[in-house]
């Protein structure tokens, strides 16, 4: 069964993006707070705090999507509702920022948000909706007829 390690993994690689997203925006508000400048006319204290309030806004949904892949990981079931569009919503979102990185950073970058992808896909993929308890005893056992109706 792949299907619990997989979800581990998701989990810890989740939680470990949504503090580094997070630290990484903080630390970018912190500099633009501490340059005094402005990027084409735009208050730099504006900057600072929306660059800090989209770290914490990303770090939360990461960590909101790591939770999910944690809870399937403890429970050995399937994400239903809300967790799976969460997982879903995660799996674009690293797809979109793979296309991003190939661009703008390089392929070490893109990798790494490809790897990140499989193994959300992977993590829903596997959970296909079989039963997940064992089989009844009686399951290849032949089935009798119902007894025919009498007369009164």
Known sequence: MVRRPVAWIV??????EALGVL???WFLGVVVDR???SLAGLDPDVMSVSSKAGGVAFGLYFGLCGLVALLVALRDR????????????AAVVHAL??????G???WTAFLLMVVVLALIVLLLMTYDGRPE???????GAPVSPPAAPTAP
Do not use: C
């Open 11 to 16: 989990a810890l690689v989740l939680f470990a």
């Open 78 to 89: 399937a994400p239903a509702g809300f967790g799976k569009v969460l997982l879903i919503s």
């Open 35 to 37: 340059q005094d400048m």
């Open 97 to 102: 920022l793979g296309a991003f990185a190939w």
């Open 23 to 25: 630290a990484v925006n």
């Open 104 to 106: 703008l950073i390089g």
């Open 133 to 139: 308890g064992p089989e009844p005893a009686d399951a």
